[in-house]
């Protein structure tokens, strides 16, 4: 199961399905949040996602060096799970966060 690191402290896993989700989800260990895509709110993203101090959140398609962040947290989960489509090859439906 692929994954990208979002911080020092978090993990993202997309699933193409609720079935395939639920399936994981007792293989790990500590689970942040579990949900379809659609539902994910700023408020929620903001918690868990990377931060470059004072320029905004990550942006997983460049490099740490690179000045391309972006504005919001749900834009920057976006490249993250971009990231993961480029090594799965399927669609995220559904995300799983772990804290790990």
Known sequence: MNSVK??????????????????????MQ??????????????EARSFMGRVNGK?????????SGQNTKRSALQSL???LQVLYKSNGFSARYIVVERG
């Open 6 to 27: 979002l911080s020092a402290y978090h993990r993202l896993y997309a699933f193409p399905d609720y079935r395939n989700m639920k399936a994981a989800l007792p293989y």
């Open 30 to 43: 500590r689970v942040v949040l579990a949900k379809g895509l659609a539902e994910v709110e700023e408020s």
């Open 56 to 64: 905004g959140y990550k942006n997983y398609l460049e490099p740490i």
């Open 78 to 80: 976006i490249t993250a």
